[in-house]
């Protein structure tokens, strides 16, 4: 089983623009998820697909390996759908390109389901983390995701799922962690389908694989990874270095 990590990188940030071209300790931050990300060991190999040149010829220059989208992208999956399109793997793993603090272990249990699914049941898969702190249920930008007996996903959302309608019956509350490792064949799938209502409304891509029928296993994890969003992300992520 081929397996390969592929780093979406898009240059124009809206709530932090340039971001991944800022300064960590010496190296810019894509570099550091680039090498992050090679250092787990878990992959065949690592590229990084992008619509900068600025960006490309940073990775290049240090040594990385770098694909120009041909395509504008609205997301993420559809820029390394173009970009493995011709590439002979079996799964491609999604790494954020704003998380060069890569932690090795949540991406091994990821790819661990492919390695038992002998049936070929799983499409893609994801991590999700057990959350209790109300805010954190109420938050928006906190995608929750809601599973069946199997951990397979039934629904993700931006707003609570499911609504505490009945308090004290024992309901347990997930956060999605967006990592992701697809099959080839339902990136391509996903690359190929219209996007459908639910994911135009909810602006959650993921909406898109369930819509289709795509079964999605998620994996408990304690492991939530540390994203630069913001500049106040980039000096704590300095302090961490």
């Known amino acids: 089983m081929k397996i390969i990590a592929v780093i979406p990188a898009r240059y124009a940030s809206t709530r932090f623009p340039a971001k991944l071209m800022q300064d960590l ?26 619509d900068s040149d600025i960006i490309f010829k940073e990775v290049i220059t240090n040594g990385g390996k770098a694909i120009m989208s041909i395509k504008e992208h609205e997301s993420g999956s559809d820029r390394i759908a173009e970009a493995v399109e011709r590439m002979d793997v079996d799964i491609v793993v999604n790494v ?9 272990e949540p991406l091994e249990e990821v790819l ?73 064949h339902a990136l391509l799938d996903f690359y190929n389908l219209p996007m459908q209502s639910l994911e135009a409304s909810e602006k959650l891509e993921q909406l898109r694989y369930l819509e289709y029928g795509k079964r999605i296993k998620m994996v408990e994890t304690s492991h939530a990874g540390i994203g630069i969003d913001t500049p106040d992300d980039l000096e704590k992520a300095r302090k961490m270095l």
């Open 112 to 184: 661990e389901v492919f390695k038992n699914d002998t049936a070929h049941e799983i499409d893609l898969a994801s991590l999700m983390m057990y959350i209790t702190d109300e805010e954190d249920i109420d938050n928006p930008n906190n995608v929750k995701v809601v599973v069946d007996q199997k951990n397979f996903a039934l629904y993700f959302s931006r707003s609570v799922i499911p609504y505490p309608r009945e308090k004290g019956v024992g309901v347990k509350y997930f956060k999605h962690i967006g990592i992701y490792a697809f099959r080839k």
């Open 96 to 104: 954020q390109g704003d998380e060069p603090f890569i932690n090795k």
């Open 25 to 50: 300790g010496g190296k810019t931050i894509i570099t550091r998820t680039y090498e992050a990300a090679v250092k787990t060991e878990l992959f065949d190999d690592v590229f990084v697909v992008t």
